[in-house]
């Protein structure tokens, strides 16, 4: 796309008398800058650089407004493509963010849920403290089933560390 642009740029400046001058312009200070440059790099000083002829001078800057025609495009693409991932990128990692806070707030709701029941499962273990009387109640029972014989001891008491806030002890016998 660029180098068809260049083409089309450097013979219609080529067409007319006022871009010939500016393309001539350019040429005689691309060759100024260029002399000078190699000059200074061989280790000598510039003491006169001769100028272009007119025609040289014009293929030069048709030569260099062609060249920057090519530079400014490929920046340009590189920059919008550079843009476009950021954005991509941009739009991934947002993606990400909306997934984990969409999973906390899964997460948060499940926590609300499970303290409702324990909160529900804790009311019931009030209401059976409250049937029985406020002492600890020792019961025994025995099944006889042939020779076997069981003995439980159940006791109700505030809720403690352990099992104990479930209101279960398990027999010492």
Not at 139 to 147: D, K, P, V
Not at 153 to 171: D, F, H, K, N, Q
């Amino acid at each position: 796309m660029a180098k068809p642009l260049s083409k089309r740029i450097k013979h219609d400046f080529s067409r007319f008398r006022i871009t010939q001058q500016m393309l001539v312009g350019i040429g005689q200070a691309s060759h100024q800058i260029t002399s000078r440059m190699t000059i200074w790099s061989s280790g000598y000083t510039v003491r006169s650089i001769p100028s272009l002829e007119e025609k040289e001078a014009l293929k030069t800057g048709a030569e260099f407004i062609g060249e920057s025609v090519v530079v400014l495009v490929s920046g340009a693409v590189i920059v919008w493509e550079y843009n476009r991932s950021t954005e991509a990128s941009k739009a991934k990692e947002e993606k990400k963010r909306a997934q984990a806070k969409a999973e906390r707030e899964e997460l948060q709701m499940s926590l609300c849920a499970l303290d409702v029941r324990l909160k529900a499962l804790e009311e019931k273990i009030d209401k059976l403290g409250e049937v029985a009387p406020p002492s600890t109640t020792t019961t025994t029972t025995t099944t006889t089933t042939t020779t076997t014989t069981t003995k439980a001891t159940v006791a109700i008491t505030e809720p403690t560390s352990g099992w104990g806030w479930l209101g279960y002890r398990p027999s010492s016998t």
